[in-house]
């Protein structure tokens, strides 16, 4: 019981540290990207933590597998270094022992990831797509950002806004209304005032309602420009209807996506069962990987360990493709990358075991005889 209990905490503490790490690389990039979608008036930037915690889900996916398995290479490694690993073997602990406590470590961190990426990931992109789209449909004063030009939340027009009072009044307001695709004239507008303020009627439009100001109005082709005073100006910055965001397939719950037909909702499926199902067939590769001797050091299996777990998340990505392309029938979907793992797996964990070295020596033998 006290090896079992040394063999899975040595494995968390390193798994733990390599999650807290890598997570911390991807959320710095991932808060940049939100970051400079909010600073581009895309949303609020009210929005930006709770973007960032709607993405953390997916993240984690990606990244647990992955600090798994270097998280047993770390720590067996260490072992296999500082010779602990061969005074277990030699009271008795044999590599096998040490595999199936591991592997019940990876069914822990199979049941976390496969909720994550089956439930909580779908639900967490959705409930992204409606604060996005609640953000479009209250996009307005909010989505004006004082001190910067800036596209109106229709498109329409050029904003530059001096100033935003607490009031929510507009000082210095500067408009540049592009011209009419179906326009022949091509008229431009450059709308110049001292105030303004954002107005909704009683359909649910959005309106920018100016004050005291100067229009301009002609084409760039010909240089007769009509010049008009004004004391009060409305343009139109959102329209009442808000189109709804395209929902992707990795949106929907695992039932819709079930019900959905065609290769690329099998795909979304089999990709959600992917990453989950990898943390335990790469258990049995990472496990006989990390034998190291002492004059290699702890890290000597790591760089072609690494190089196996690219190949095999890469695997994992062109089947994704090739299902979606219909190039392979959604009936094998990606069972014969896991089932590659799977082989690769028990081979090294056999190679050593007796009754493997055995099967070895005999296929040496009859290449010999050959």
């Known amino acids: 019981m006290i090896v079992f209990r040394y063999l899975i905490v040595e494995v968390l503490k390193a798994q733990f540290a390599i999650l807290l790490v890598l997570l911390t690389i991807f959320i710095s990039q991932q808060f940049v990207r939100v970051l400079g979608d909010a600073s581009d008036g895309d949303f609020p930037a009210s929005l930006v933590l709770t973007l960032l915690g709607l993405n953390l889900p997916q993240l984690t996916v990606l990244v647990l597998p992955l600090s798994f398995f270097l998280g047993i290479l770390l720590a067996h490694g260490r072992m296999y270094a500082e010779n602990e ?14 595999t199936r406590v591991t592997l019940l470590l990876a069914v822990a961190n199979l049941v976390f990831t496969g909720v994550l990426s089956v439930y909580v990931s779908p639900w967490a992109e959705e409930r992204q797509n409606q604060v996005l789209e609640q953000a479009q449909s209250e996009a307005g004063l909010a989505a004006i950002t004082q001190g910067r030009f800036q596209a109106s939340p229709n498109g329409r027009a050029v904003l530059f806004v001096e100033k935003i009072t607490k009031s929510n009044e507009l000082q210095k307001v500067f408009v540049a209304q592009l011209p009419d695709p179906e ?91 992917a990453l989950p199902l990898a943390i335990p067939l790469m258990t049995l590769i990472a496990v006989p990987l990390a034998r190291v001797n002492v004059r290699q050091g702890k890290f000597a299996k790591m760089f072609p360990a690494i190089l196996l777990y690219l190949g095999y998340f890469g695997l994992m990505v062109a089947g994704r493709k090739a299902l979606e392309d219909e190039v392979i029938p959604q009936v094998l979907g990606m069972w014969w990358i896991h089932g590659s793992a799977f082989i690769i797996g028990i081979f090294l964990l056999g190679k050593e075991r007796p009754s493997g070295a055995k099967i070895l020596q005999s296929l040496k033998r009859k290449k010999v005889a050959v």
């Open 183 to 273: 326009d022949e004239q091509g008229l431009t507008n450059i709308v110049v005032s001292e105030n303004g303020r954002v107005v909704e009627d009683e359909f649910g439009s959005q309106q920018l309602q100016l004050d005291n100001g100067i229009r301009y109005q002609g084409s760039a082709n010909n240089l007769d420009y009509q010049m008009i005073e004004f004391g009060g100006y409305k343009m139109e910055i959102k329209e009442q209807e808000v189109d709804e965001r395209r929902r992707k397939l990795s949106a929907l719950s695992i039932n819709e996506l079930v019900a959905t037909p065609g290769p690329e909702a099998a795909a979304e499926f089999h990709w959600r069962l």
């Open 85 to 98: 690993m061969v005074v277990l073997h030699g009271v008795g602990i044999s590599e096998w022992y040490v």
